[in-house]
Structure formats: C-alpha cells, structure tokens
C-alpha cells in the first residue's frame, strides 16, 4: 500500500497536508476540533454512519430466527462481524483513502429504511440524531419490529496523536433486543472497538480495529472479539479472532472463529465459512434531498457535499463555514436567552441499567456509561 500511497495527496495539495501533519504531531487534546484539509474531507456527515449498522438487514434480521440461546448469539456475532467492512473500510474502497467525515451539527437528523421482503420480513427503519456538538455524539436506532429486533446506540470519538497514528478511543455502547415468541426478551450489550488510523505519512489513511470489543448476551453468551490487524513489521489488514464462549451453566466448547472482518472468516473447529461481506451491500433508502426537511443530514450539507464531490474545495469550504457560523450563533442565542437545545427523539439518562446489569458479566470497563433512550417518535417511513 505505502508504495503508491503518496500519490493519495493531490499535488497542489501536498503542502497543506504537510502542514496538517505537523499541526496533528504538536497538537494536544482532542482532534475532533482540529480543521482538516478540504481535499480529505468525505461528502457524508458521522450522522449516516449508523446506517452501516444495517447495510445486510437480511443478517440483522436473521437474528431472530435463532431457535436456542446459542444459535442466536452466533447470528449476532455474524452480524456484528458483517457490520465492520461498512464502517470502516468502504471509503478507503471508494475514495482510495480514509476521509475525514463531516462533523455533525446539534440536533442533525438522518432517517431512512431498508424495504421488507420475503427473507427478512418488515420493514427495517433507522432513526438517528446528533445529541451533542462537543463532544459529538450520535444515538440511533434501528429495527424490524415485525422481526422483534431492535438495536439502540449511542457513539462518540475521542481522538489523539501517537506513534504517528491517529487514535480513536470510541464512547458508548448499543444495546440489540430480541422478542422472542415466548413472550420473552433477550438483550446483547455490544462494546465499541478502538480504532487506529494509520498511513498518515504517505497521504493515504486507513483504518485498523485494535484491542478488543465485546458482545455480552443477558442468556450469559459472550463473544470476545481480538482486532489483530497489521503491525509495522508482521501481520495482516483487519484479521480478527473471536470466541463465542457458553454460560457457566452450559458444558460445551467454546466456539473460534477466524478471517478478516472485511472479507470473509471461518469456524476454526469445523473449517465452515462463517461471514462473507465479499458480495454487494445494500444501501439505505433515504428521502430525495428535495423532499427532506433542513435538519436532515443530506439537506443540510447539500452544498459542502456537492463541493467536495467536485473538487470545488473553496465553495465546499465556503458552504461549511456558513452552516458552523450558524450553529455558533445558535449557542449564543441560546447562551442569552438561558435556555437549551431540546432533543427531538431521545431522551439522555446518566446510568443505562443494560449497561451496568450485563456489563458486571464481563467486567466491563467503565463499569458505567450513561445512555439515550429513545422516545418512539420516529417519522412514518
């Protein structure tokens, strides 16, 4: 990758990235506020970004059709597994390089759905709101109700410079729940992996999952999932390692898996494929920008996105301090006048008691986080 990465940077851009790097390496704080420059700049706001939750709903929706606690969980791990190219490698696919996206604004909307069908059943919604400008947070929810799985999140970055990499130590956590036909509900706490992007030096940024993440069934399954990933000197791009391993209670093998998150893997025991995200996506059906309102995400960065797009950096540019420099005002207003901003679909509780209660299982670290709860006022999709 590092031989043609240099080519990343536009030539009449180099000198701003070089720039840019050497404000990264004496920067302190949090890089979420820094400016980047234009040209690594993505068209698409974070606010989207839950939809890569959903983009094979047919997996999301495969959970439910799980007929023990153990099948179950192995379908959430698939589908957890199945999430990871989306988020984290697609633009890198697409753009040739990691791009920074757009730093959403308070109160930013992005709504859209996946259609029902023969194999997944319903409808399968999104609904997503930005409920915070500083630090940014996102909360989201998705489901198929006529599945009974529903997946509740919130996530944030906290971002800083080391070793010549970015590092993203994701905040938050989702919550999926399945009604079961019993009348019972299962839940699965789902931990957010961290995340290093590396290829800085050439021009040519791209994302690396590192450390662990975890997915904690109220049934007592747990998946632990290792992000491996390329070192400096050995290894290979996105390889993971994840055991599935059974209630105290339950006297079986835990079960291995192994592969590379953004192709394929496979049960170490049995040689089975176990996820395959080799074939198309499925995109998410969202309002034309004409028809949505001026919160929504695609409304909203019109302008920046299409400059971006074409190349037109100084309109993209021009757009995006226009939307910042209302924003700022708002908070002034809002300052003034002793009044705050009002969430429109979430409500925010300090302590999310799925959190602590399946948290303890595993020994969650931190013991707590606080969680937004949604309210079920979603538009009619």
């Known amino acids: 990758m590092s031989e043609q990465a240099g080519e990343a940077v536009p030539a009449a851009q180099k000198s701003s ?132 799985v529903i997946l509740t999140g919130h996530s944030a970055q906290k971002t800083s410079f080391s070793g010549g990499s970015i590092i993203v130590n994701q905040v938050g956590h989702a919550v999926l729940t399945v009604s079961l036909p019993s009348g019972e509900t299962e839940e699965y706490l789902i931990t957010l992996p961290r995340l290093r992007i590396d290829g800085l030096w050439y021009g040519s940024p791209y994302i690396e999952l590192a450390e662990t993440s975890y997915i904690q069934s109220s049934t007592g399954w747990l998946s632990t999932i290792e992000y491996k990933g390329k070192g400096y000197f050995s290894g290979k791009s996105h390889t993971f390692k994840a055991t599935l391993t059974p209630p105290s209670h339950i006297h079986t093998s835990p079960h291995v898996i192994e592969g590379t998150w953004n192709t394929t893997s496979k049960e170490s025991h049995s040689g089975a494929i176990f996820h395959d995200v080799t074939s198309p996506k499925e995109e998410i059906t969202v309002a034309p920008v004409e028809h949505q309102g001026e919160w929504e995400s695609r409304k909203l960065w019109y302008g920046v996105a299409k400059g971006i797009r074409e190349g037109d950096f100084e309109s993209a540019a021009t757009f995006k301090g226009k939307i910042e420099n209302e924003q700022r005002q708002r908070r002034r207003d809002e300052s003034a006048g002793g009044t705050t901003w009002e969430l429109k679909h979430f409500k925010h509780l300090e302590h999310d008691p799925v959190y602590e209660r399946l948290g303890k299982l595993f020994k969650a670290n931190p013991p707590t986080e606080d969680v937004y709860v949604y309210l079920g006022n979603g538009p009619q999709f």
């Open 17 to 148: 990235w070089t720039t840019f790097l050497k404000s990264l390496a004496g920067f302190t704080g949090d890089l979420s506020a820094m400016t980047a420059p234009p040209f690594i700049l993505s068209p698409t706001s974070l606010t989207e970004f839950p939809a890569y939750w959903c983009e094979r709903p047919e997996l999301f929706a495969a959970i439910a059709d799980g007929k023990t606690d153990q099948a179950r969980a192995l379908a959430v791990l698939k589908w957890f597994i199945s999430t990871l190219k989306g988020q984290y490698t697609s633009r890198n696919e697409s753009m040739g390089s990691e791009k920074k996206p757009l730093n959403p604004v308070l109160g930013e909307l992005f709504y859209g759905y996946w259609p029902a069908n023969a194999v997944r059943g319903g409808k399968t919604t999104l609904v997503v709101e930005q409920v915070s400008h500083h630090p940014p947070i996102t909360a989201y929810r998705i489901e198929n109700l006529e599945k009974g």
